[in-house]
């Protein structure tokens, strides 16, 4: 967990900010910057620690995350105003809406925003299934681009828990999980279906949920993998402006 305090030194929220799977820390960067010049203290969520045995790796997750939310809370005793809001990418993303699902007496977020949230995946329909059969100790190579990633290669175990956790959201039919929230995603994305997000919002009738296309038409760079929507060399000029703009509008508004 890492902490980066407003430029001003003077915060009008908390917004606790939980990467992608395996993504590095420094790639979001341009954003908490972002961030923090709008007066926003930003506390970075690690949920990148990675192990081969499945109930350990849980539990290092599930620890980062209670120990980041907490922090956030006591921020928040400073200005008892503040906010506490919640960015999750991809695999962050699903992280969070787990834990809100699981304890929501306890975690309490007044907006939040995901991007690329890894709810409907495109080729994978069925993870569980698909991952059933593999030996426990495999690693799967990872197609983060090389200058983003964390590790070359993930454990079983993370995908396993990225099934699990989707499974338990659905399962309690996000009963619980009706609140604003603003969805990111390319319409090009080859990992997320954002068809698919939008048929989850209408089945479970998520009301608050709203959807915005990032089109991610980009000249150079990372215009070839359209899920990683991370900092301003991941997206054109254009779309780094709609999206950072519309970030600091729904949250702070």
């Given at each position: 967990m890492n902490l980066f305090k407003s430029k001003d030194g003077i915060y009008?929220?908390?917004v606790c900010l939980a990467p992608?799977?395996?993504v590095r820390e420094e790639k979001y960067l341009d954003l908490i910057d972002e961030?923090?010049?709008?007066?926003?203290?930003?506390v970075f969520v690690d949920v990148n620690n990675f192990d081969i045995n499945y109930k350990y790796t849980l539990e290092k997750i599930s620890n980062n995350f209670f120990v980041?939310?907490?922090?956030?809370?006591?921020?928040?005793?400073?200005?008892?105003?503040?906010?506490?809001?919640?960015l999750g990418f991809s695999f962050g993303a699903l992280i969070g809406l787990y834990f809100l699902n699981k304890y929501f007496d306890e975690i309490?977020?007044?907006?939040?925003?995901?991007v690329a949230?890894?709810?409907?995946?495109?080729?994978?329909?069925?993870?569980?299934?698909?991952?059933s059969s593999l030996p426990f100790n495999f690693s799967i190579t990872s197609f983060t681009p090389k200058d983003y990633r964390v590790f070359n290669k993930i454990p079983l175990s993370v995908y396993k828990i990225i099934s699990d956790l989707n499974n338990e959201i659905?399962?309690?039919k996000f009963n619980k999980l009706n609140f604003p929230v603003k969805i990111f995603i390319s319409s090009k994305d080859e990992v997320i279906s954002h068809e698919k997000i939008g048929n989850i919002i209408s089945k479970y009738k998520l009301t608050n949920w709203?959807?915005?296309?990032?089109?991610?038409?980009?000249?150079?760079?990372?215009?070839?993998?359209?899920?990683?929507?991370?900092?301003?060399?991941?997206?054109?000029?254009?779309?780094?402006?709609?999206?950072?703009n519309e970030i600091k509008e729904f949250l702070n508004y």
């Open positions: 009008k929220s908390v992608a799977l395996n961030l923090r010049r709008d007066s926003n203290y930003v980041s939310y907490s922090q956030a809370k006591k921020i928040k005793e400073n200005n008892p105003k503040a906010p506490i809001y919640f309490k977020f007044d907006k939040i925003v995901m949230p890894a709810l409907s995946f495109r080729l994978i329909p069925n993870l569980s299934r698909n991952i659905k399962n309690n709203n959807i915005i296309k990032i089109k991610n038409e980009k000249e150079n760079g990372l215009r070839d993998f359209y899920h990683l929507i991370v900092d301003k060399n991941s997206l054109s000029e254009t779309d780094w402006s709609i999206f950072t």
